[in-house]
């Protein structure tokens, strides 16, 4: 490894310690400080007398100043101790553990799919640019760009769901079914995974289609394309070998942001389709005001976004060797 | 403020007239664009004459339970709703609240961006520096369960949608104004200025600001459809506010109640529709700007 990249890895990973740090001070003074503490939030449900309040604060470590609480805080995030549900009475790492599952499921699946049709569609609207399917293409994928993803979920399941009775509408397995054989069962999971997965993919494609479409017309302009073209490559080479390849950076980019967006779509969408993960659990957790659960969800959540961030990064250095030796 | 600045801004509004004349122009050149200022004009006439002609009484419930989820009708054009409420009339209402929250969380989301940028790509100084580190920081927050968090923490109103909604969405226009202020910053003119004996505070507001007003400009429009999915998500999650008739709070009204599994399309589709027409429009609109006015994108 060269001096240059050991020296943009080590920047790269002060920047995202110095990240998390700020995220989880952000969610102390977010859920510790603005709404007032744990304590009165819990003693709003019901009727708590002041000296109780005071034995639960001495309880909670919240009679310490608040720069104690919050190394404390700290510590207890290291060492994975997120707390206790307000509603499940469990503690907050073990219901997180149920759930976290399903959503990488249903999120790694629509990923996937996403990048995949979204990148083909792009690079055959730029290698036809100016025809109708071009046309065709940018006009759906501004369509697609517009709808609200809890909506999109709604209309599939009035559709599929309630009028044509084809698939499954809720959940991840049919409740309390035996199946005869995995196989069956496998059929059961898959068949409850298409609508959620078809709507993520139907909002979340357009970006996709034009960020690759506008990236690849870009390349497509540059004078080595005219080398490539005056060498007699085949079109098919010029355009896979030469401009895909080489628009591909601002689509690493736009995968790395597209995570902050797509946990956004699986809250609505798990919501919507009552698929149990950690979407529909801060759903619920908001609904019934669990601060506990909600400051974890969202800090699981926003540490996911930064770590693939960074994973993006590095794999920008292994893309492009100007960052390599910058 | 020196007393030049003091008698420029009505000489700047004109310019700025005569700017905002120019981009529609622009925007109208495409057919996109066309097909976008359409259906925006379509949504502000009815957001702004909807109400008069067709007012809607939210406590104009039914009075059996015969009236509730009924579909269309002649009396009720897209049928009632769980309350026997007239659908068609609350969905022309919600047109104003889903705009009026779209328009000004904009605005503040384009106050605080243009700000961060401008200062960011102007100043030499660690304080630019720090200002972008704050602004990677948000713009790598993941937004929605951002403002969700925010909204079930501070409250419901629709004041704090507005400004919660403002808050999480302006660091990528920072990105994008400070990346074109490091350019402009460079070029002969501002050496030339400031040779003159011209202050930062004038350099940057007189002379570079409006050299980046039309990607603002393209970028408000994009964010503006933003601002409008935003704050139909949080009203259909259940945090919007309660008093006001919004089509995020119709279809979370609409979901909660079964509408889907009843089959009461009519009460699933108009609200969505009209979120859809409005984004769309504003959509059309910003991508055919961006397209046009974003210097790196214009050969496209």
Do not use: C
Request: charged share 15%; net charge positive.
């Amino acid at each position: 490894m060269s001096r240059g990249r050991t020296r943009y890895l080590g920047t790269k990973l002060a920047q995202v310690l110095i990240t998390l740090l700020a995220v989880a001070t952000f969610n102390f003074l977010l859920f510790h400080v603005l709404p007032g503490d744990p304590i009165r939030l819990q003693a709003r449900a019901g009727n708590l007398q002041p000296a109780d309040i005071a034995r639960l604060k001495e309880l909670y470590g919240l009679d310490q100043p608040l720069i104690v609480q919050y190394f404390v805080y700290l510590r207890d995030l290291v060492t994975g101790n997120l707390g206790m549900s307000f509603t499940y009475h469990q503690p907050v790492a073990d219901i997180l553990a149920q759930r976290i599952a399903s959503t990488i499921q249903l999120l790694t699946l629509a990923t996937v799919l996403v990048l995949v049709i979204g990148v083909a569609a792009g690079v055959l609207a730029a290698s036809r640019r100016g025809s109708r399917t071009d046309a065709g293409t940018v006009t759906t994928a501004l369509l697609f760009w517009s709808l609200p993803t809890f909506w999109t979920g709604l209309v599939l399941i009035f559709v599929f769901g309630v009028w044509l009775h084809w698939l499954p509408i809720s959940g991840a397995a049919t409740p309390g079914a035996h199946f005869r054989s995995p196989w069956d069962g496998f059929v059961d999971a898959v068949r409850h995974l298409i609508l959620p997965t078809i709507t993520l993919i139907l909002v979340d494609i357009g970006q996709f289609v034009l960020i690759t479409r506008s990236s690849l017309v870009d390349v497509m302009t540059e004078d080595f394309m005219l080398t490539a073209k005056a060498k007699g490559l085949s079109g098919r080479t010029i355009l896979w070998k030469h401009a895909v390849r080489n628009a591909m950076l601002p689509v690493i980019t736009a995968s790395a942001l597209y995570v902050a967006l797509v946990i956004g779509g699986a809250i609505q969408v798990e919501t919507v389709f009552s698929w149990p993960g950690m979407g529909s659990l801060i759903y619920d957790a908001v609904l019934r005001r669990d601060y506990p659960l909600i400051e974890a969800s969202f800090l699981i959540f926003a540490v996911t976004v930064i770590a693939v961030n960074f994973i993006s990064d590095l794999l920008y250095m292994w893309v492009d060797p100007r960052v390599r030796n910058a | 403020m020196t007393a030049a600045t003091a008698v420029a801004p009505p000489e700047l509004d004109r310019g700025r007239m005569a700017a905002a004349r120019a981009t529609l122009a622009v925007a109208w050149s495409d057919p996109i664009g066309r097909a976008g200022l359409v259906l925006l004009a379509f949504s502000v006439a009815v957001a702004i004459f909807g109400p008069i002609v067709f007012p809607f009484d939210p406590r104009a419930v039914g009075k059996t339970a015969a009236d509730i989820l009924r579909p269309p009708s002649g009396q009720h054009w897209l049928g009632t709703d769980e309350l026997g409420r007239d659908v068609f009339r609350e969905t022309v209402a919600g047109a104003q609240i889903s705009l009026l929250v779209g328009l000004l969380a904009t605005a503040i989301s384009m106050i605080l961006g243009t700000a961060v940028g401008l200062s960011a790509g102007y100043s030499r100084s660690w304080l630019g520096g720090l200002m972008m580190r704050i602004t990677d920081f948000f713009l790598v927050l993941p937004t929605l369960p951002l403002i969700i968090v925010l909204a079930a923490v501070v409250g419901q109103s629709l004041g704090v949608i507005i400004v919660v909604i403002g808050l999480t969405s302006w660091a990528s226009t920072a990105r994008i104004v400070r990346s074109q202020v490091l350019t402009l910053r460079e070029r002969v003119f501002v050496e030339r200025i400031r040779a003159l004996g011209a202050t930062d505070w004038r350099i940057a507001t007189v002379h570079i600001l409006p050299n980046v007003m039309p990607l603002i400009f393209a970028n408000t429009v994009l964010v503006i459809a933003g601002s409008i999915l935003a704050e139909a998500t949080l009203a259909f999650l259940g945090l919007g506010d309660p008093t006001h008739t919004s089509w995020g709070t119709m279809l979370h009204a609409a979901f909660a109640n079964g509408a889907t599994s009843r089959g009461a399309w009519w009460y699933l589709l108009p609200p969505g529709i009209g979120i859809v027409v409005v984004v769309l429009g504003f959509t059309l609109i910003g991508y055919t700007l961006d397209r046009i006015l974003n210097p790196r994108l214009r050969n496209r």
